[in-house]
């Protein structure tokens, strides 16, 4: 049998990898708002009332600042679909996407009311595929409808 030989070979390839410091990152230290609208009596009232308010503690006798948050008044709250009207419904109805899920509604007319989904909206006239009472489609004037319900998904 032969004999083995171990020989020292020098690397085929050598890559270079130099060593790198990570990158120290500038991180802003400072914040300044300048308000170029001037500020009326209300809101400049209803500022400094709900800033900061001073709570005196009895057992400690420490006088401690808190700050106070209040909704603004110029914010809209969030409200449930079944707080819209009709024509926030509708609205509604027109603007959801077609990549979102669809959703089942329970269209409420002056004569009877439908089960289904919403497909489109033409001038005065809502094109649903209605699941109940039969699966068909469905056109409803705007003028028919009395409710919009949410069934479910």
């Given at each position: 049998?032969?004999?083995?030989?171990?020989?020292?070979?020098?690397?085929?390839?050598?890559?270079?990898?130099p060593?790198?410091?990570?990158?120290?990152?500038?991180?802003?230290?400072?914040?300044?708002?300048?308000?170029?609208e001037?500020?009326?009596?209300?809101?400049?009232?209803?500022?400094?009332?709900?800033?900061t308010?001073?709570?005196?503690?009895?057992?400690?006798?420490?006088?401690?600042?808190?700050?106070?948050?209040?909704?603004?008044?110029?914010?809209?709250?969030?409200?449930?679909?079944?707080?819209?009207?009709?024509?926030?419904?509708?609205?509604?109805?027109?603007?959801?996407?077609?990549?979102?899920?669809?959703?089942?509604?329970?269209?409420?007319?002056?004569?009877?009311?439908?089960?289904?989904?919403?497909?489109?909206?033409?001038?005065?006239?809502?094109?649903?595929?209605?699941?109940?009472?039969?699966?068909?489609?469905?056109?409803?004037?705007?003028?028919?409808?009395?409710?919009?319900?949410?069934?479910?998904?």
């Amino acid at each position: 049998m032969g004999r083995k030989r171990s020989r020292k070979q020098s690397p085929l390839f050598y890559i270079n990898q130099p060593n790198i410091d990570l990158p120290q990152p500038d991180m802003q230290k400072n914040f300044s708002f300048n308000n170029s609208e001037e500020m009326s009596e209300e809101q400049q009232q209803q500022e400094n009332s709900s800033r900061t308010i001073e709570v005196n503690s009895e057992e400690t006798g420490i006088s401690e600042e808190v700050i106070h948050e209040t909704e603004s008044l110029d914010a809209p709250k969030k409200r449930n679909f079944k707080e819209y009207t009709l024509e926030e419904k509708i609205k509604h109805l027109k603007l959801v996407p077609a990549s979102v899920a669809k959703v089942k509604y329970e269209f409420i007319t002056i004569e009877r009311s439908y089960k289904g989904y919403f497909i489109e909206m033409k001038d005065d006239i809502l094109f649903i595929h209605s699941i109940s009472p039969r699966k068909k489609s469905v056109s409803i004037l705007k003028e028919d409808l009395v409710d919009i319900k949410r069934a479910g998904l």
